[in-house]
């Protein structure tokens, strides 16, 4: 079946983008703006140009545009350049607002899923998002950014290696948990076996009769299935 991107010829999404009409100025605002809100540290403007795939100075221009259309209207976003890049900032006049929905004692309860970046965050800071994600296994951007506007964690300059944002947990963290320091944190190593228990377990697991009784199970269940599936057929 031929596709859109086939009718062109051999050339694929290549020549798709070369034969694309010109980015209007609202939709590169638009792209702009959904890129700043999944990004998780700041973004210089040759990074939105390249994504773009438009000039270094007009993306530079759409971001003006943008921060100074976010001023005029008062709308609840702020746009600011930090030093490092372009980055959406809360407004500053409606703090209190965000604080009292975050801060609201009959809504500061934290999610499974916070409670789990935090951990992750404290014992292993400082740490970067994308690190906490790779523990965690999902995506840990909303959460994060929930940890920050609630005080609990704060970002802690860029990793050297990567130069992702990493983070680190604050004093009222300590403060909410009832601890002087990071070192009253309950140790994690009484809880796990050591290591040579877990590569004594690793070894032996398919030994164990209690696995063999239930691969027996399992193999026997999937009998049982074949055997259903050529009745009915």
């Not at 596709?3 to 100025?25: E, F, K, R, S, V």
């Not at 802690?156 to 009832?178: I, K, M, Q, V």
């Amino acid at each position: 079946m031929t596709t859109a991107g086939d009718a062109g010829g051999t050339d694929g999404a290549g020549g798709a983008d070369a034969d694309a009409a010109p980015l209007t100025d609202e939709r590169v605002d638009a792209i702009i703006e959904s890129l700043l809100l999944v990004a998780d540290s700041p973004v210089p403007a040759e990074v939105f140009a390249d994504v773009l795939d438009v000039p270094q100075a007009r993306a530079e221009e759409r971001l003006a545009s943008i921060s100074r259309r976010y001023d005029d209207t008062g709308g609840g976003m702020d746009l600011r350049f930090t030093g490092d890049g372009w980055r959406l900032f809360t407004r500053t006049e409606n703090a209190p607002y965000v604080e009292r929905l975050l801060l609201d004692g009959t809504r500061a309860t934290l999610t499974r899923a916070a409670l789990e970046t935090l951990a992750v965050i404290a014992y292993r800071q400082p740490v970067t998002r994308t690190r906490v994600a790779a523990v965690r296994g999902v995506n840990a951007d909303g959460v994060m950014r929930t940890l920050v506007a609630r005080g609990l964690i704060t970002e802690a300059g860029p990793d050297p290696e990567t130069r992702g944002t990493l983070y680190t947990t604050t004093g009222l963290f300590l403060e909410r948990l009832g601890l002087d320091s990071l070192e009253d944190l309950p140790p994690l190593a009484p809880l796990l076996p050591d290591e040579d228990v877990i590569e004594y377990i690793g070894d032996n697991l398919d030994d164990d009769p209690r696995v063999m009784r239930m691969h027996a199970r399992s193999s026997s269940t999937e009998e049982n299935t074949t055997e259903i599936d050529v009745d009915e057929h």
